[in-house]
């Protein structure tokens, strides 16, 4: 007699990302496949989360976060995303993006409802809306520019759609979404009276490319909850501080949903994170050439050993096709690279609605320290 589980867990397993770190770690490996940014934190975001673990910030914080985080995210929100928010009622703090995400997808869907993903996906996007018994319905981008088709989108829309789910810019494609798509975007989400659900976490990681926030957008800023963290820009993965920016009566929701589940986020690690916000222009300038310098360093790799990579324009991730037969497929790809050269990859087919579609790709992250990443190319172009 087997015990009883829930249906909503039977097909879930650990994902692709996290099983290719996993080996990769045993065996001393090279990790290009989790988005770890395993880079140091700026000096200021660490003295302030040890002054405030000094100074015994040690409780429940608000349900919303400490207050001095959500008028520093005010701010910024209106500096660089364009957004007017009230820190009181508008913003909400939450355990990470993750959990930003969850609580969003659980105050806006019940079981049954669609929601709108574009193609390659973000998996824990797709695997949180499958979990809580939503549909998703899938458009999309097509390489080299990740562009989708108006078309297809429209047709997308089904009495039973209740959002739209961006992520620019974009893992795992590295798209920035340009400002007339996102236009588009909204249009038809104000049509069918959608909610926009928009992952921005990548935000200040562009080149060639302005960020630009569809909530920002008149005609979006009522049905828009924009979602970011410190985790990327502060390469502080691990201290899970994110947040939720939209209308007063949804944030509240949010508010509440994560209140039931987390509680509160770290309570010092907040305090890290509004000396984080306060960081000079300067920061934000050296952390793209930074990522810049190692996105081109990557492609030369790649191209170099015969992959055609498809240089992003956010984030930091990078996508990059192999000619079909060289491996039989992407999971034959990685595990194959991994066991030649102990670099771990993600197969592209993780990424795709429709895996074969990425079965001639691999996606590989070159958040690391310099040193690590050079090691990985030098090791990668034994391949060549």
């Not at 959500?70 to 910024?76: H, L, N, Y």
């Not at 502060?234 to 947040?243: E, H, I, L, P, S």
């Not at 209308?247 to 770290?266: E, N, T």
């Not at 102990?342 to 087919?349: D, E, L, N, Q, T």
Request: with cysteine.
């Amino acid at each position: 007699m087997s015990l009883p589980i829930a249906d909503r867990v039977r097909d879930i397993r650990q994902s692709d990302i996290r099983r290719y770190s996993a080996i990769c770690q045993a065996m001393g490996g090279v990790n290009l496949s989790q988005g770890v940014c395993d880079q140091p934190a700026p000096i200021e975001v660490k003295e302030a989360a040890k002054r405030a673990i000094d100074a015994d910030h040690a409780i429940y914080t608000n349900l919303r976060g400490i207050v001095e985080l959500r008028r520093a995210i005010a701010a910024k929100m209106q500096a660089f995303n364009g957004i007017a928010c009230d820190p009181e009622t508008e913003v909400t703090v939450n355990v990470g993006t993750a959990g930003s995400f969850a609580c969003t997808c659980l105050s806006i869907l019940n079981p049954g409802d669609e929601a709108i993903v574009f193609s390659p996906f973000y998996s824990y996007h797709v695997n949180l809306l499958t979990l809580i018994g939503a549909r998703v319905s899938y458009v999309d981008l097509k390489p080299p520019d990740w562009r989708y088709d108006a078309g297809a989108l429209a047709a997308a829309v089904t009495p039973r759609t209740r959002m739209i789910v961006i992520n620019t810019p974009g893992n795992p494609t590295g798209k920035v979404f340009s400002r007339t798509e996102l236009e588009a975007i909204a249009a038809l989400a104000e049509r069918h009276n959608l909610w926009i659900v928009t992952d921005e976490i990548y935000e200040y990681i562009t080149h060639e490319a302005e960020h630009f926030s569809i909530g920002a957008l008149p005609q979006a800023r009522q049905r828009t909850l924009t979602i970011s963290g410190a985790s990327k820009t502060y390469a502080v993965t691990g201290w899970r501080v994110g947040y939720t920016v939209g209308p007063a009566a949804m944030i509240d929701k949010i508010a509440v949903v994560s209140d039931l589940f987390y509680i509160c986020a770290p309570n010092p690690l907040q305090h890290g994170i509004v000396a984080g916000l306060a960081l000079p222009q300067a920061y934000y300038d050296r952390m793209r050439k930074d990522y810049e310098t190692k996105r081109n360093l990557m492609a030369d790799t790649l191209r170099g050993i015969g992959f055609t990579p498809y240089l992003p324009t956010g984030s930091y991730y990078m996508l990059a096709a192999f000619a079909r037969g060289r491996w039989k497929n992407a999971v034959h790809a990685a595990e194959d690279i991994l066991e030649r050269t102990g670099v771990a990859s993600v197969p592209g087919s993780a990424f795709y609605r429709n895996p074969a579609d990425g079965d001639d790709q691999l996606r590989f992250c070159y958040a690391k320290k310099m040193p690590e990443l050079e090691e990985a190319c030098r090791r990668l172009r034994k391949l060549g």
